[in-house]
């Protein structure tokens, strides 16, 4: 079992559906990474939290350290936030190393 | 927000061709950066850590000789790829992380797609 799990695998939506993924994991962490990548290959770090909440523009991320999950929404969705997104945790001890969820596919219609 | 530029962004070349990656950060210093690998659907894998004026850490399984980075200042690392084969084609990104005392974000190129015929 990977040490962190996200799903769905794959989404698709329309245009304006609030979006939620889900990433759990199974190690302590220190940070929690949300990497937006796009078709080209591109990643865009959007978020990296320890707790709580974070928001910026339509995005949320929220984390719940005891339950060890986390999960970004998107409200007002649009076809230009189709993308992959992968949940990457960087674990407790100094190690810098990210462990990386395989990624959730998202394809929003117009 | 911090900026990490990578190149180039595609490259084809023959086999045994020995190609270099460079990943720069533009607007802040680097004191880490990453090298990861990712085949077709699949996540991130972790090649090798690059800190600026030491040897790189290879992960297990990635051969040193096979891929040479060096990390000669604080805003630029490169990648080469030596004697490249079909097999070595992937998608090769690099991350940078700003020095400081707390736990810092990693910022991403844009990736280099390689193609070896």
């Known amino acids: 079992k990977n040490e962190v799990e996200q799903s769905p695998q794959n989404l698709t939506a329309q245009e304006g559906e609030f979006i939620t993924i889900n990433c759990s994991y199974s190690?302590?962490?220190?940070?929690l990474h949300w990497l937006q990548q796009h078709p080209g290959g591109g990643i865009v770090s959007l978020f990296m939290?320890?707790?709580g909440k974070k928001k910026h523009g339509r995005l949320i991320a929220t984390i719940n350290i005891q339950e060890k999950h986390s999960s970004l929404h998107i409200t007002a969705s649009h076809p230009r936030d189709s993308a992959v997104y992968i949940c990457?945790?960087?674990?407790?001890?100094?190690?810098?190393?990210?462990?990386f969820g395989k990624g959730t596919k998202l394809t929003v219609n117009p | 927000g911090a900026v990490v530029s990578q190149h180039p962004s595609w490259v084809i070349c023959k086999s045994g061709t020995s190609v270099k990656i460079e990943c720069r950060s533009l607007?802040?210093?680097?004191?880490?950066m990453f090298w990861y690998r990712q085949f077709p659907k699949q996540s991130l894998m972790l090649m090798a850590t690059?800190?600026?004026?030491?040897?790189?850490?290879?992960e297990q399984g990635v051969e040193k000789d096979k891929f040479l980075i060096n990390h000669a200042s604080l805003t630029l690392s490169t990648l080469t790829v030596t004697s490249a084969h079909p097999e070595d084609s992937s998608f090769y990104i690099c991350?940078?992380?700003?020095?400081?005392?707390?736990?810092?974000?990693?910022?991403f190129g844009d990736g280099t797609r390689l193609s070896i015929l």
């Open positions: 991350s940078a992380r700003a020095p400081g005392p707390r736990v810092q974000p990693q910022h």
């Open positions: 190690v302590g962490i220190s940070a």
């Open positions: 939290l320890s707790s």
């Open positions: 990457a945790a960087r674990p407790q001890g100094g190690s810098e190393k990210l462990v």
């Open positions: 607007d802040f210093q680097a004191t880490t």
């Open positions: 690059s800190n600026e004026g030491s040897k790189a850490t290879y």
